[in-house]
Every structure is written in structure tokens, then in C-alpha cells.
């Protein structure tokens, strides 16, 4: 059967909707020359970090001299990072009734260092803000809440939050919530119960990004079948080349795409690489047993037991472990750009909540090597911006919109 004209035409639209975003390989000296002018022009956004933890318990300063943390106001620059999304985390198994409080602890925790070092940081609650402090010279922080648990089960939380500078929240953690499944636990409500809909209409009033990062896969496809704005997935990676819970199917991110949302690029090796992922897991019950015994011990010692005493012990029992290279970063933005489209890829390190990144990308300061490494592989000078933080501005502004929408309406 001879096909037509008008149907080779449609046949070759959808072949090249699928090719990647990028030409050829470029030589070293053109890559370079490439990645120098985008460090200069594009707001690098980095949508994780979870260094108020830091900040909060062990008093860490981010202007610290020689910081031994993945997040310092030095790396920032060194890394031409333009803002930050820190996580304002607690874990899963915190006492219930001082969830919120510790919440705002490490609320409080950043706002004193944005005060401390307003010469060099700024506290940003839309896209307009961000691009402004970056004309200004200035770091941009936003605040992200990981885990649902954090409002109990409380819809007026989120307007809390909203307030003090909070613009996307995880849905879950690593355990379900009274009203989402998360991917790190067993099912219990078949993804979003209708209170976990009101949370994501919440959200969506209020013009805070709804972030599918640790959900299950019911939990995000309920979400997109919910909400009115774009979403993201703050910290998440490719399921085909590392198939964890955690990471996105080719589905998910054809759907997320659809939805017009980013998933940002975890840099946790255990979400780039299925070899370190299953090392990792063979000696994980291990490693935990030697923290608890190390916390123990200081405690009968009258000494404490920080965050950098765990990290090392941590980091001594992963070093024999088989630790990719950065460039496994771009092979997953490659393959996300490849499934998704060259719109919907960002990056989500993830810096100061995992024991170690990959090598070369120990810290925020390494970010324009990563940078080089894309323009190495044949991105463009405008598709490298988008990557770096042109689609997430983008999102946020589409999620602003959509709040004045919605609240126009009542």
C-alpha cells in the first residue's frame, strides 16, 4: 500500500519529536568555548538540597571557610549556581506532635543565614524574584517541604508554609501518608485518597509547585490527573538505566511531559547506576548497624555524635563500592530529553542528603564541568539554558499563572 504524502509528512513529525535535542559531538575547544558563555548568561537552578539540616543541627554557617559540606556560598559561586531550592525535610518517624515545629526550626535556620549573608543571598517566592536577585549578583533560595506528613493532614498548613517562602512540597517521603502512597512503602490507598486531592487543589490556589519525587507510580499518575498546573519531580532520575522505585518510567516522563512539568536529575549514584544501587544495597544493613553502634558509643562517652561523623563512617564502607562518573548524569538528562523533550529536563542534585555523588560531582562547585560535558555531547547554547533553569522558570511561572487564575475565579 503506498502511503501518502500528508501521512510521510505526520510519520516524520513523530520521528523527529523523538530524536534527541542535539547535534553531533563537538570537539573540546568548541565545547569549552560553548559552556563558558552559558555559565555566564543561564540561572543554573539546582531544585534540592537538603543543608538545612546542617544549618539546623550543627550549626553550620554558610559562609564557612574549607566547608565540608556539598553546599557553601564559595561552591555556589565556584559552581555559577544562580538559586537553590533547600528541603526543608523531617523524617518519616519524627514524633508527630513536633513535626511542624521542627519544620519551622529549619524554616527559621535558613532565614537566618539569609539575613547573615544578604550580600550574597536573597529569598525568592517567584520566577520574576529569582531572575531579579541574579541581575542583582545574588544567590536566589527558595524553600521546598519533602514529605506530606510535614502539614498533618492539615490543609491550612500548606498556607503556612506558602507564607514562609515554601513553593513546591513532596507529596510523600519515604512512607505512605494518611492520604498519598509513597513508592518507598506498600500501597494502602491506590495512589491519591480524595483528601490528597484537596492537597493537591491546595497547592495549586496557592501557586506552590506539586513535586511527584517519591511518590508511587498511582500517587503520580492521580496527581496529574488532578492538577491544574504543571508539576515536577524535584529529585528523580531514569528508571530505564537505573531501575529503581524511585526513578521515572518512560510512561512518566512521556506523561510529564505532557502534563508540561520538569523532572530534575538526582545526582545520587544509587539513582544513576544500577550497579552501585545493588553493591549499595548489600552492605546498606551494615552500614547502619555501624552508625548505630558509633551514636551509641558517643553517648556513653558524653560525647555527640554528628552528621559528619556519620558521613564518614558512610563514606569508608562505600568507598570499595563501583562509583560512576558524573557523565552519567548527562546519560540520564540525555535519555530524559530523548523520551520527554528537551523542555521538560532539569537538576535536582539532591547535594547534602546523599553520603557521597558521583566522581566529579562531589559538590555544587563542580556543576560547570557537568555543564561542559553537555556541550561536549552537542547541546545547544539555548537548549543548555533551558536545562540549567529556563524550564523550571518557566514552570513556575505557568504554575503563578495558574494560581491567579483559580483564584480569580471565586
Known amino acids: 500500500m503506498q502511503t501518502s504524502p500528508r501521512a510521510l509528512g505526520i510519520l516524520l513529525a513523530c520521528t523527529l519529536s523523538v530524536l534527541p535535542a542535539f547535534s553531533a559531538q563537538r570537539p573540546p575547544g568548541e565545547a569549552e568555548k560553548v559552556a563558558e558563555r552559558v555559565l555566564q548568561q543561564a540561572i543554573i537552578m539546582d531544585t534540592h538540597a537538603d543543608t538545612p539540616q546542617m544549618l539546623l543541627d550543627e550549626g553550620y554557617d554558610l559562609a564557612q571557610p574549607d566547608s565540608p559540606y556539598m553546599v557553601s556560598i564559595a561552591k555556589m559561586r565556584q559552581g555559577h549556581l544562580g538559586a537553590e531550592f533547600f528541603s526543608i525535610w523531617v523524617d518519616v518517624g519524627w514524633p508527630k506532635d513536633d513535626l511542624i515545629h521542627h519544620a519551622l526550626d529549619l524554616i527559621a535556620a535558613v532565614d537566618e543565614q539569609l539575613a547573615r549573608h544578604a550580600n550574597a543571598l536573597g529569598a525568592a517566592g517567584s520566577a520574576d524574584e529569582i531572575v531579579r536577585l541574579h541581575l542583582q549578583g545574588k544567590i536566589a533560595i527558595l524553600l521546598g517541604v519533602e514529605g506530606g506528613h510535614i502539614i498533618q493532614d492539615d ?6 508554609y506558602y507564607r514562609l517562602g515554601v513553593r513546591y512540597m513532596t507529596l510523600t517521603h519515604t512512607a505512605n501518608t494518611q492520604w498519598a502512597d509513597s513508592s518507598g512503602d506498600q500501597p494502602k490507598w491506590n495512589g491519591l485518597t480524595d483528601f490528597g486531592r484537596q492537597v493537591v487543589e491546595r497547592m495549586n490556589r496557592l501557586g506552590m509547585m506539586v513535586d511527584v519525587s517519591h511518590v508511587s507510580d498511582k500517587t503520580f499518575y492521580d ?7 504543571p508539576v515536577i519531580a524535584s529529585h528523580s532520575s531514569c528508571r530505564a538505566l537505573c531501575d529503581v522505585p ?26 544513576l547506576s544500577k550497579a552501585f544501587a545493588d553493591a549499595y544495597q548489600k552492605i546498606e544493613k551494615q552500614m547502619g548497624k555501624e552508625v548505630d553502634a558509633a551514636r551509641q558509643r558517643s553517648a556513653r ?25 558524573y ?14 523533550g528537551i523542555d521538560h529536563v532539569g537538576l535536582g542534585s539532591d547535594f547534602d542528603g546523599i553520603e557521597c555523588g558521583p566522581q566529579g560531582m562531589e559538590d555544587v562547585s563542580k556543576l560547570p564541568d557537568l555543564v561542559r560535558e ?9 537548549d543548555l539554558k533551558k536545562i540549567l533553569g529556563g524550564n523550571l522558570l518557566r514552570v513556575m511561572r505557568q504554575v503563578e499563572r495558574a494560581s491567579r487564575e483559580m483564584r480569580g475565579r471565586n
Not at 249 to 255: K, L
Not at 374 to 382: D, F, H, K, P, V
Open 327 to 340: 557523565t552519567v548524569i548527562a546519560d540520564h538528562i540525555d535519555h530524559a530529553v530523548q523520551v520527554g
Open 374 to 382: 553537555l556541550a561536549r555531547r552537542g547541546y545547544s547554547e539555548q
Open 246 to 271: 524511585r526513578n521515572m518510567s518512560d510512561d512518566m516522563i512521556r506523561a510529564l511531559a505532557k502534563n508540561g512539568g520538569v523532572m530534575d536529575i538526582n545526582f545520587y549514584p544509587g539513582f
Open 223 to 229: 496527581a496529574l490527573a488532578v492538577t491544574q498546573a
Open 155 to 160: 490543609l491550612r498548613t500548606l498556607d503556612i
Open 301 to 325: 562517652q558524653g560525647k555527640r555524635f554528628s552528621y559528619l561523623d556519620e558521613k564518614a563512617i558512610e563514606r569508608s564502607m562505600l568507598k570499595d563500592l563501583p562509583l560512576p562518573s
